[in-house]
């Protein structure tokens, strides 16, 4: 079943949609509300609500993310958030930290974050109607079937929002 519906506007409204790279996301140190501001100012565009202060405190006692250096969150901490974001809609909290702490033993975080964007544009795009279908993942690669999943809940429900939203239909929860 295919999402490329003829929704007059729905593609324009996305075209230019895409989470920072790595090297864009701030590496300065952000207070906990600059941190809830940036990452639902990311999600903005496509109708999906971002994370509020509460949120990353509740990420951080449960040991998602690694604790702020003197109440101030980094480059590292905040890649993670945004995979949060995106992974919080298809997962419960301890399986996102179970995925997460699976991963992080073998990878970077900025590996982890690379592969995490590339899929997503791959994912998001072809969600759409912006780019062909993803390739096919070599079916030994458990992490990578589930990220590809994580991220086709997360684009499908993107798409189902902004196509209400063009339409007029307000989300529940306004």
């Given at each position: 079943m295919s999402a490329r519906l003829?929704?007059?506007g729905l593609t324009e409204s996305v075209k230019d949609f895409s989470l920072p790279k790595y090297n864009e996301i701030p590496n300065v140190g952000l207070?906990?509300?600059q941190v809830s501001k940036?990452?639902?100012?990311?999600f903005e565009p496509?109708?999906?609500?971002?994370?509020?202060?509460?949120?990353?405190?509740?990420y951080v006692k449960k040991k998602l993310i690694p604790n702020p250096v003197k109440k101030l969150y980094y480059r590292e901490q905040i890649a993670y958030l945004v995979f949060i974001t995106v992974a919080k809609q298809a997962l419960s909290i301890g399986q996102?930290?179970?995925?997460?702490?699976?991963?992080k033993e073998s990878f970077e975080v900025e590996a982890l974050y690379n592969y995490f964007l590339s899929e997503f544009e791959s994912v998001f795009g072809y969600v759409f109607g912006i780019s062909e279908e993803p390739e096919d993942i070599v079916e030994e690669d458990f992490g990578k079937f589930v990220l590809r999943q994580i991220l086709l809940n997360f684009s499908y429900?993107?798409?189902?929002?902004?196509?209400?939203?063009?339409?007029?239909?307000k989300r529940s929860d306004e």
């Open positions: 003829n929704i007059p207070y906990l509300e940036y990452i639902t100012e990311i496509i109708e999906q609500p971002g994370l509020t202060g509460s949120m990353i405190s509740n996102i930290k179970d995925l997460i702490d699976t991963r429900k993107a798409f189902l929002d902004k196509t209400l939203a063009l339409a007029g239909v």
